[in-house]
């Protein structure tokens, strides 16, 4: 009663745990060679359940059955989910993989939404309650590794959380150019390799910021009366939306659900300058502070600015949604402080899906400096990283050369700088290789900008270099790629070649075009 699919296993090898929740009983099934991990399965189960229950609803079937299936991924039918062949030291999968599918039983099973032509409602929705109960289990911050072995931690393995990380997704393929809208229907999409970031990953961050700006409580209510209303029924999302509208005082929302889910808006607001004037106001000196924030994107947002003070107190100020109106793309908002502003911050709580936080302090952007162990890295959509780690060379010339190398990216791909050095222990001569390169986004979509400078045993020179690539599709050929550039070389010191004699001191200047076309399936 009350199902819409269902399914079965057995198999005479199973190992069979039980936990339980109030009058739910949750089963795990599952093999020998993953026992040392699947032994928590029961508990993770009954963690899911209880927590889903909670914050979304409560649990509607006796039995809820957590299995062990043969093929990679999950999937779900109402009270048993069958799990992939996973378990891992390091990371938390299992865990996110067994809370996923057991977060469909709300989304679609209890609450019947159609993936076949909604799945945001289904995938989405439960990718982001996947991302709460994760929290709830590991801790808000760094929740998706735990580095146990000792080279780990020597070399630093960073780590990362579910939120971050649907963030980054998201925002990596915005600056593509080629997302297509969350509602889409789900035979539609034209890509459907990218439609997956859609769905999952950006329909979980679109909810953060619908938490944002309802509040915590309201959205709370919305969920939970979203259950209530729609159990075993099958809502379509203008009945979420609608629902979302009602519960918040008939507040307008329609902005919001438009720009997010209908359309491929991005929204980037930059802090440009903080000014302040110190004045005497009803007999006490105050700070007349100015604050100054430009709208680049299309999509609009209200915005919280955390304040730092020279005092060492915080403050926070409001700016409403309303503001941005009417095209407005610069606003000007003004406070009085008991002591200058140092610095400012848009979003300091990270749920708005900014694509560009460089720009959204003041003055300087956020910076993460790390380690590069060259094995293992995550990507902070919040921060500049920059990475450093020594480096060490050796020629017949020089002698041992010791050195260093600095990288630096945002967005994997934007504002990249790599800068290497190294002395020479015989001669104490430095050489130097100083690259950087940015993506264009913000001017073309696939377009990127980059020069070099070295100057290495016995070598010297530099280049620059624009590239800029058409494609109908992005996942998939055909695509053409034009590329401009310059290049300036001098070889100064022929004794560190194998054969001198193959080279010409001198100058060579050379200009480049390339054109390539890359045919589907090549």
């Known amino acids: 009663e009350n199902v819409r699919d269902f399914a079965w296993t057995a198999n005479e090898h199973y190992i069979w745990d039980v936990s339980h929740w109030k009058d739910v009983t949750i089963h795990?099934?599952?093999?020998?060679?993953?026992?040392e991990f699947w032994k928590e399965v029961a508990e993770y189960g009954r963690h899911a359940i209880k927590f889903f229950s909670e914050k979304f609803g409560r649990y509607a079937y006796p039995?809820?059955?957590?299995?062990?299936?043969?093929?990679?991924?999950?999937?779900?039918?109402?009270?048993v989910v069958f799990i992939g062949h996973y378990g891992d030291r390091n990371s938390h999968t299992l865990y996110g993989v067994v809370a996923h599918e057991l977060g469909h039983e709300w989304y679609p099973m209890m609450i019947g939404s159609n993936e076949t032509e909604f799945a945001f409602q289904d995938e989405g929705f439960t990718t982001f309650i996947t991302i709460l109960v994760a929290e709830d289990f590991y801790g808000r911050f760094n929740n998706m590794y735990s580095w146990t072995e000792w080279w780990q931690k020597l070399l630093r393995f960073p780590n990362a959380?579910?939120?971050?990380?649907?963030?980054?997704?998201y925002l990596t393929l915005a600056k593509t150019g080629y997302e297509e809208p969350v509602a889409t229907?789900?035979?539609?999409?034209?890509?459907?390799?990218?439609?997956?970031?859609?769905?999952?990953?950006?329909?979980?961050?679109?909810?953060?910021?619908?938490?944002?700006?309802?509040?915590?409580?309201?959205?709370?209510?919305?969920?939970?009366?979203?259950?209530?209303?729609?159990?075993?029924?099958?809502?379509?999302?203008?009945?979420?939306?609608?629902?979302a509208q009602e519960l918040s005082g008939n507040r307008d929302l329609r902005w919001f659900f438009d720009q997010w889910f209908y359309r491929t808006y991005q929204c980037d607001y930059a802090l440009r300058k903080i000014s302040s004037d110190k004045i005497t106001k009803d007999g006490k000196e105050v700070y007349q502070t100015t604050l100054t924030i430009k709208r680049l994107g299309q999509a609009i947002m209200p915005l919280d600015v955390l304040l730092e003070l020279e005092d060492g107190t915080k403050t926070t100020l409001l700016i409403p949604v309303d503001v941005w109106?009417?095209?407005?793309?610069?606003?000007?908002?003004?406070?009085?402080?008991?002591?200058?502003?140092?610095?400012?911050?848009?979003?300091?709580?990270?749920?708005?899906?900014?694509?560009?936080?460089?720009?959204?302090?003041?003055?300087?952007?956020?910076?993460?400096?790390?380690?590069?162990?060259?094995?293992?890295?995550?990507?902070?959509?919040?921060?500049?990283?920059?990475?450093?780690?020594?480096?060490?060379?050796?020629?017949?010339?020089?002698?041992?050369?010791l050195g260093a190398k600095l990288t630096g990216r945002y967005l994997d791909d934007v504002h990249q700088f790599t800068a290497w050095s190294w002395m020479g222990?015989?001669?104490?001569?430095?050489?130097?290789?100083?690259?950087?390169?940015?993506?264009?986004?913000?001017?073309?979509?696939?377009?990127?900008?980059?020069?070099?400078?070295?100057?290495?045993?016995?070598?010297?020179?530099?280049?620059?270099?624009?590239?800029?690539?058409?494609?109908?599709?992005?996942?998939?050929?055909?695509?053409?790629?034009?590329?401009?550039?310059?290049?300036?070389?001098?070889?100064?010191?022929?004794?560190?070649?194998?054969?001198?004699?193959?080279?010409?001191?001198?100058?060579?200047?050379?200009?480049?075009?390339?054109?390539?076309?890359?045919?589907?399936?090549?």
């Open 28 to 35: 795990a099934l599952y093999f020998t060679d993953k026992a």
């Open 63 to 79: 039995n809820a059955f957590v299995v062990e299936g043969v093929v990679g991924g999950g999937m779900e039918y109402p009270g």
């Open 161 to 169: 959380d579910g939120r971050t990380q649907a963030m980054n997704e």
């Open 185 to 243: 229907h789900s035979d539609r999409f034209e890509e459907p390799a990218l439609a997956g970031t859609s769905v999952y990953p950006k329909t979980a961050t679109v909810m953060f910021m619908l938490q944002y700006v309802l509040g915590d409580s309201v959205f709370s209510h919305l969920m939970l009366e979203y259950y209530n209303r729609w159990k075993f029924k099958h809502p379509y999302p203008e009945d979420f939306f609608a629902l």
């Open 325 to 401: 109106n009417n095209g407005v793309m610069e606003y000007e908002a003004k406070v009085d402080l008991p002591s200058k502003a140092k610095r400012g911050e848009i979003n300091s709580d990270r749920r708005i899906a900014d694509v560009n936080r460089l720009n959204n302090t003041y003055p300087w952007p956020r910076i993460k400096l790390q380690f590069e162990n060259t094995m293992f890295g995550v990507q902070d959509p919040f921060a500049y990283i920059v990475q450093w780690r020594p480096s060490l060379w050796y020629n017949e010339i020089d002698g041992v050369k």
């Open 425 to 522: 222990i015989k001669n104490r001569k430095v050489d130097f290789d100083i690259s950087a390169r940015t993506s264009l986004p913000w001017i073309t979509p696939l377009a990127s900008f980059g020069w070099r400078g070295f100057r290495i045993e016995g070598q010297q020179g530099f280049n620059v270099n624009f590239s800029k690539q058409y494609r109908r599709h992005y996942s998939y050929a055909p695509y053409q790629t034009f590329s401009f550039g310059f290049s300036h070389f001098k070889l100064k010191e022929g004794d560190y070649l194998l054969r001198p004699i193959t080279w010409e001191p001198g100058l060579l200047n050379r200009v480049m075009f390339n054109y390539s076309y890359a045919n589907r399936g090549e």
